[in-house]
């Protein structure tokens, strides 16, 4: 061996077609499976289809005027609500719950069943703060404490007028401490 051998210097020379082989059995491919990207642009899309539908439905939907209440009741007109009084009280775990009683008339024709109204508390720029539906519930005696029923339980007859308590376990701090808007958005009677 001499110095000026080059191929001495490298070490053994390999044959180019071993050289090809072993680059082809590590860079050959296996068939491409479609499925798997099928199955998640199929997921990504009923995602997206259910976000869509969902946006649609959580919004109550707004009356001309821009309130942000829902709308109310076709019945309503029949059912005023008068003589509404605020308190407050805590609770034994120490919270402030927040009542609202009034007096509820059916000037219709019809016997009320169940009554569902929409409370709106307003802040100090007149802007909805806080929108609660509930059932409107009567009170059925005042003493030795207030104790309050469903409608269904003592239906509201055309020409009654009834007492009744709304429980609210929080409003908002923003709140204009004025009385909130309330509206009958269902009804049921016969």
């Known amino acids: 061996m001499t110095a000026s051998d080059p ?31 099928i199955v998640a642009s199929v997921f990504v899309l009923l995602v997206l289809l259910l976000l869509l539908l969902l946006s649609r439905h959580s919004g109550t939907t707004p009356v001309p005027g821009g309130t942000g209440m829902a709308a109310a009741a076709p019945y309503a007109a029949n059912l005023p609500i008068t003589n509404l009084e605020m308190s407050q009280a805590t609770s034994f775990a120490g919270t402030k719950v927040t009542y609202i009683d009034g007096t509820i008339s059916n000037s219709g024709s019809e016997t009320m069943q169940s009554i569902t109204v929409q409370v709106g508390f307003r802040n100090d720029l007149g802007q909805l703060s806080q ?6 519930t009567l009170i059925r005696t005042r003493q030795p404490y207030v104790d309050i029923e469903p409608v269904s339980a003592d239906p509201l007859k055309s020409g009654d007028h009834k007492d009744f308590r709304l429980i609210f376990d929080g409003v908002p701090d923003d709140w ?4 909130p808007e309330i509206r009958i958005i269902a009804v049921n009677g016969n």
């Open 7 to 37: 191929s001495s210097a490298q070490g053994p020379k390999q044959d180019p077609k071993q050289d090809d082989e072993l680059f082809a059995a590590h860079t050959s491919r296996e068939p491409r499976s479609w499925m798997p990207w």
């Open 131 to 136: 929108r609660s539906v509930m059932p409107l």
């Open 176 to 179: 204009n401490q004025q009385l």
